[in-house]
């Protein structure tokens, strides 16, 4: 399904005018130059067309004939661009100048070879030049030094476009690959992307590019490089019956997906995700600005609009206008490095409204009170998970991909995600707001979906002082007891949290009474008023606890926490509580 | 259905069945392949008689994938080593798989559940179907099997039994209404140069139909 939903999405750029993709038989290279010659063949200048992009110049993507380079050792002249070793006969710091002069006699013989075939005027004219050319006068042109990293194409001047370019050259060139599809040495089989009888790809090109952590020349999702692999004597991706054509086609569509100027990926964990959907919605923009915005961006409009789009999801309500058919499918698939091959991590298939619906529960489910000002109310996937490890190093790649998966899908988030925040805040003691929005977000969904699992009641966005358990009193309790001893020793190094925080909430039986011992002592330095306003608290907590219990359970943890964290958040912010309380009635 | 067509229950708590395409870094496909069941009902019984055509695929657990990274070895032991070892009668035959390590990952099923409908044609027609029925019922009762069956890898064994058509459970929520699984494979034509046969698999509200091997549904 990977592979032809991703081919339907090749389709359907091809048919958008805006976007540019390469056809089958052709690819995007990185030009660099361009060989300007008169109509009889005669040099005229070379032209650098690269663009200034910062302090560096950038090559221009040119659509070419055929497809990549190939790398290796052999001469394989490409039709009517090429490096400058085979064009021109002529490398800057030429290492090997025999190997230089033999690729530039083999692209000469390649495309004198075609003349009479073609018999187009401007091919006629590069084949004069290439005649003509002579390597050992390349160095007089100093302007060439430059061209070394990337290709040439070819111009007659006054005429506008290259000479590939030109629509007899081009209907030749398509006809050449029609052709090839007969010839007797190729396979014709079924193909399971399209699902016609075409000829089949030994090898799937173009390469995949983009994958983080992959080879930077590009790596495959289909390959059998090892024979370990192979079955039924078959060898390479005969494995696999995918046409050229639809290899071809998946491949440049995954690698557009992939190229960071279309802004259509983002990295969680080892994996690169792509998505797409099956017909042109704006989620296609949006759904990277959810997951992975760009919060280095100083722009604040971009920072107010993203904030708006968010409030509408957490609305809930699917904006049909502007984002089409709900019933759209939405496609997402994260790829993670394994050498020279890509597997695939995830990949999940949905439709608008439901990913919609997802997300919306998602942020609902994270809602918490006491948001910082800065925070997204929907905090990008990565910042959620940098607070399960120490270091974002040390983040388990499969536990990203669950997450995420969890999101899109609204299934329960990993158990995983629930006890790491838990052993991070044991150990750094840091109960911060995305820490608990966390925790509250996997109680509440694991309450709500699997049926085994019972909360006694659905943990509240802030301070619920009738919740049934225990566990969560216990919370409040200590921020209470912590809250008396900061005024009575203000300027205290290490305050009861930093020092019982984590014994309290698994073993509460062997550290309570011990606080509650202390807390007395703090209480006799405060002075009348404070002391009865802490005692007071203090006491509206203790009853709803009858006993400490001697351990408490990885969810009653959770509820812990999030006592701790409500109750603190209700200490200072209780002066305007009476305020936001009659705003909310 | 037939009047020798079996219902057979089969269910385990990882399956495999590895698309052609993904097949290396493997991915599986949605549910049971024709072939994998196929494979199943040959581990329970088979006879040179007899030939199993799977009808009908049931699905009864939600789908839900997995992933897992294994080490694995790159080669396999040629024929030609061993051959050749013993005509001279010394050589090398192992493959020393810490030598030869190749990490892959997969995305796997968790916790399938599936009702194969499948039936037997006879090869050989003097033979009489009621016979070979019966025979498998046996064994499937006693739960005799040639090799242990599994689910698309060997590594992924798998528990069955006999069903009764009446007592089908009704698929899971998730699986209601029609969801194209996109080509799928059939099996592999092995009179024919092993060349694998493709079939458009629609699931409608959990049950897939697979059409006959050398009709005209299926492509290759």
């Known amino acids: 399904m990977i592979l032809q939903s991703l081919n339907q999405f090749y389709e359907r750029l091809a048919e958008d005018p805006e976007i540019e993709i390469a056809p089958y038989g052709y690819s995007s290279q990185k030009i660099s130059f361009c060989i300007v010659i008169n109509k009889k063949g005669k040099l005229i200048q070379f032209s650098d067309i690269r663009r200034e992009a910062g302090k560096r110049m950038v090559a221009q993507e040119i659509q070419v004939c055929g497809g990549a380079k190939p790398s290796g050792s052999g001469l394989n002249p490409c039709f009517l661009w090429d490096n400058s070793s085979y064009l021109l006969g002529y490398k800057a710091d030429d290492q090997k100048p025999e190997r230089t002069r033999e690729s530039f006699e083999a692209s000469r013989d390649y495309h004198l070879g075609l003349e009479q075939e073609i ?17 050992e006068l390349a160095a007089n042109h100093p302007e060439l ?117 279309n802004k259509r990926s983002f990295t969680i964990g080892d994996a690169t995700v792509v998505f797409w959907t099956e ?7 949006l759904f990277s600005a959810f997951m992975d915005p760009d919060l280095k961006a100083e722009d604040e409009s971009q920072r107010e609009n993203l904030g708006r789009l968010l409030k509408q999801v957490a609305r809930g309500q699917y904006p049909t206008q502007e984002f089409g058919d709900p019933e759209t499918p939405f496609y997402v698939l994260g790829l993670s490095p394994n050498a020279a091959r890509i597997s695939v991590r995830f990949w999940y298939m949905s439709s608008l409204g439901e990913i919609f619906a997802h997300l919306s529960q998602h942020m609902h489910d994270l809602e918490i009170c006491g948001k910082p000002e800065k925070e997204l109310a929907m905090p990008p996937l990565w910042q959620l998970l940098a607070e399960t490890v120490r270091d974002t190093k040390d983040l388990p790649p499969l536990l990203a991909g669950s997450v995420m998966k969890a999101i899109l899908s609204g299934q329960i988030y990993p158990q995983m995600l629930y006890s790491s925040i838990l052993r991070r805040i044991r150990m ?5 707001y995305r820490r608990v929005s966390l925790l509250k977000a996997c109680l509440n969904r694991q309450n709500r979906i699997q049926k085994h ?31 008396s001893q900061e005024d009575a020793l203000p300027g205290l190094n290490a305050t009861i949290k930093d020092r019982f925080f984590g014994a309290a909430s ?56 999030l006592g701790y964290y409500h109750q603190r958040q209700d200490i200072f912010t209780k002066k305007t509580k009476a305020k936001t309380d009659d705003n909310a009635a | 259905m037939k009047n020798t067509s079996i219902f057979l229950r089969l269910w385990g708590d990882y399956a495999c069945f590895t698309r052609p395409e993904m097949k290396v870094e493997r991915v599986s496909y949605d549910v049971i392949t024709p072939s994998a069941a196929r494979g199943v009902l040959e581990a329970i019984y088979w006879k040179p008689q007899i030939r199993w055509c799977v009808d009908r695929i049931h699905v009864h657990a939600p789908i839900r994938f997995m ?82 069956p599994y689910l698309g890898c060997r590594e992924f064994s798998c528990d069955y039994e006999w069903i009764d058509p009446l007592e089908i459970a009704a698929c899971p929520e998730s699986l209601q209404g029609q969801k194209e699984l996109g080509y799928m494979l059939h099996d592999i034509d092995f009179d024919d140069d092993c060349t694998p046969r493709f079939f458009r698999a629609v699931m409608n509200d959990g049950v897939i139909e697979v059409p006959p091997f050398h009709g005209n549904e299926v492509l290759s």
């Open chain 1, 119 to 135: 018999n187009h005027p401007s091919y006629s004219a590069v084949c004069n030049f290439l005649k003509s050319w002579n390597p």
């Open chain 1, 145 to 261: 030094a430059e061209v070394s990293t990337g290709f040439l194409v070819f111009q007659i001047s006054g005429e506008e476009g290259y000479v590939h370019e030109t629509a007899e050259i081009k209907a030749w060139w398509n006809q050449q690959l029609e052709a090839h599809q007969d010839s007797k040495d190729v396979v014709n089989a079924f193909c399971l992307v399209s699902g016609k009888r075409q000829r089949l790809a030994r090898l799937h090109e173009p390469k995949i590019k983009g994958v983080r952590g992959a080879q930077s020349a590009g790596a495959s999702i289909v390959s059998f490089n090892a024979t370990a692999y192979e079955s039924y004597h078959k060898e390479q991706s005969f494995n696999a019956p995918v046409s050229e054509q639809a290899a071809f086609q998946y491949c440049t569509a995954l690698n557009y997906l992939l190229s960071r100027d």
């Open chain 1, 279 to 285: 017909r042109a919605s704006p989620m296609e923009h």
């Open chain 1, 428 to 432: 750094d003691r840091q109960i911060n």
């Open chain 1, 453 to 483: 699992f019972q909360l006694t009641k659905e943990i509240s966005v802030s301070l619920d002082p009738e919740y049934p358990d225990p566990a969560y009193h216990m919370g409040r309790l200590f921020a209470e007891l912590e809250k």
């Open chain 1, 506 to 561: 698994a073993t509460p039986a062997s550290v309570f009474p011990r606080l509650i011992r202390m807390n007395q002592h703090h209480l006799g330095k405060l002075e009348p008023a404070k002391k009865s306003y802490h005692e007071k608290r203090i006491q509206d907590i203790c009853q709803k606890l009858n006993v400490f219990p001697s351990h408490l359970t990885l969810s009653q943890q959770g509820l812990f926490a």
């Open chain 2, 67 to 148: 992933n897992i990274r294994r080490n694995e070895v790159a080669s396999k032991i040629s024929v030609n080593g061993p051959k050749k070892s013993m005509k001279e009668g010394k050589g090398h035959l192992g493959l020393y798989v810490d030598e030869d390590r190749q990490q892959r990952a997969a995305i796997v099923l968790r916790h399938v559940d599936y009702v194969i409908e499948a039936h037997f044609e006879l090869r050989d027609q003097s033979e009489h179907p009621k016979k070979h029925y019966e025979m498998f019922k046996r064994r499937v009762d006693k739960g005799q099997h040639f090799q242990q």
